[in-house]
DNA sequence: CCCTTTTTGGAGCGGCCGCATCAGAACATT
DNA sequence: AATGTTCTGATGCGGCCGCTCCAAAAAGGG
């Protein structure tokens, strides 16, 4: 009968903000009442636990994730364009708002697959960038864009690739190091890309 | 005058084995106390702290890693198969014993870049088989193994492959997932080959 | 064998953790 | 305005953390 006074989705942005910058383990209980300025009492009627808090927020997190990078590699026009702008996108994500990388990445590393929920999650999540990435890496060979050989391999190079990249970030690298790695894979991707006769 | 009743070296294994194991975080001074045999005042006189005992260990796995996967790297002789070798037994390291991927990187996700002298440290490894793996790749490029470009972007290519599947590792990833990761970056440095004719 | 020096085990320190409890404030309803 | 219900803030719980302290044991050197 009493409204809430504070907005739940936007209580749970904060709340990935916070699990993003220091660390989910890291972040306790009481850093989340300051940041959120919500007391603890609130937030456990709200959300249940912190386990459960972490849950609501990556569910709104990933479907951020999701429209960003995923989709637009499962458009129907998707190829080899996609893929390289994947990893463009990928840089600015992991570059932007102080390099943490990305929190799902983030938290595969922290959890160490000891929390069946986080491992299900993370592997969910891996699967279904590999899959977008293959998907549009077939496409790109059947428009006759890359040979067609090796697509499952290249999927996974690149799979590969995105952990990479987010890793380094959420392990402090330079930024510059951040691209570097980033130019590596995009290189890579590049000289893939079949030499069509000039002028054809 | 009067002599340790433990060896320091084989405790400081049986440290990392655990702070591997478990993640630095989480093995408490308790679980090493129970795991090594020895009270909680035994390893804080010999050591001083736990951040101590973990650079202490640091430092012989580091050696370790550094004679079985970098030096081969960096011998007289090393070039695409040192590269492909690499992988090879990279691929022994990430799945061996549980599948925990590699101490140094597993540190630098969970610490996040927020202690120096990880940050310091997890760098400077980092660096270290990156410049072995180009190094390979220059002597690969000048026997004429593999064409003479972009060795730097295939270096940090597979830098980023490296952390990529130790961090798929670390996350729980099974076994076939992990050997499909270290597959994807292999074939890529089999298509870097250049193929010599037949016969010559 | 005694004395000195070091190591050892056990108990305990202050501090922080996630979470529960509960009286009272705040609001929709009547 | 009275009522009834939900939300809020303060306080505190048991438990674990890294680390310290100290008496007693163990092993040199003389």
Redesign the pocket.
């Known amino acids: ?6 907005d739940e989705d936007h209580v749970l942005d904060q709340a990935l903000e916070l699990f993003w910058k220091r660390g989910f ?1 890291a ?5 989340l009442e300051a940041e959120l ?6 937030l ?3 959300f ?4 459960a808090l972490l849950t609501a927020a990556l569910d709104r997190y990933e479907a951020r994730i999701d429209a960003d990078l995923v989709r637009p590699l499962a458009e129907a026009d998707a190829g080899l364009d996609a893929v390289d702008g994947f990893f463009v996108a990928l840089g600015h994500w992991v570059t932007n708002g102080g390099r943490r990388g990305c929190m799902v990445i983030n938290l595969m590393a922290e959890d160490g697959g000891a929390t069946p929920e986080i491992r299900v999650r993370t592997r969910r999540y891996r699967r279904r960038v590999r899959t977008a990435l293959r998907c549009a890496l077939r496409r790109a060979a059947a428009r006759g864009d890359i040979g067609a050989v090796d697509v499952e391999a290249r999927a996974d190079l690149l799979i590969g690739a995105v952990l990479g990249v987010n890793i380094a970030a959420r392990g402090g690298a330079s930024v510059a190091e951040l691209e570097r790695l980033l130019a590596g894979t995009r290189q890579q991707i590049a000289r893939w890309r079949v030499l069509t006769p000039a002028g054809s």
């Open positions: 009968m009493r409204p809430r006074k504070f383990q972040t306790t209980t009481r850093h300025g919500l007391s603890q009492s609130s456990y009627n709200a249940g636990s912190k386990q």
